[in-house]
């Protein structure tokens, strides 16, 4: 997601998808934070506390990711990372966000992922 989207497309989007945490990216391409099921819970109780007022699900087109602040629990790693940092990694987070060297977003490498690339791995040295 970018960060200019809006918390309702976040929202469609979780419909859609089975993640509970989405990487958010600049329209730069850099990245820039991990946003959560959680953040967006967060924000809006805290938000609905301070003005004591319901917020719609139309409301939700005018809140943008970049509005909710959200502790980047998922910190990116350089394309260059050996497999053994992202295992070290993968027992702390669901997936890791993959970036340049000049910080630009490439990808994700989930935790299935690295489970994967190990069991072949022992797979193929066994063999």
């Known amino acids: 997601m970018y960060d200019d989207n809006s918390l309702r497309q976040f929202m469609e989007r979780l419909k859609f998808d089975t ?8 329209r730069d391409g ?12 967060r924000y809006l109780l805290k938000r609905t506390e301070d003005t004591n007022e319901a917020i719609s699900f139309r409301d939700l087109e005018t809140i943008y990711i970049k509005d909710v602040s959200h502790k980047d629990k998922n910190p990116p790693c350089l394309i260059t990372a050996e497999p053994e940092d992202l295992v070290f990694r993968a027992m702390e ?12 977003f490439i990808g994700i490498v989930t935790r299935r992922d690295i489970l994967k690339y190990l069991a072949t791995s022992q797979d193929k040295m066994q063999q």
């Open 19 to 26: 993640h509970s945490a989405i990487p958010v990216i600049g």
């Open 30 to 41: 850099r990245y820039i934070s991990t946003i959560s099921e959680g953040d967006v819970l």
């Open 93 to 104: 987070q669901n997936f890791i966000p993959v970036v340049d060297d000049w910080g630009s």
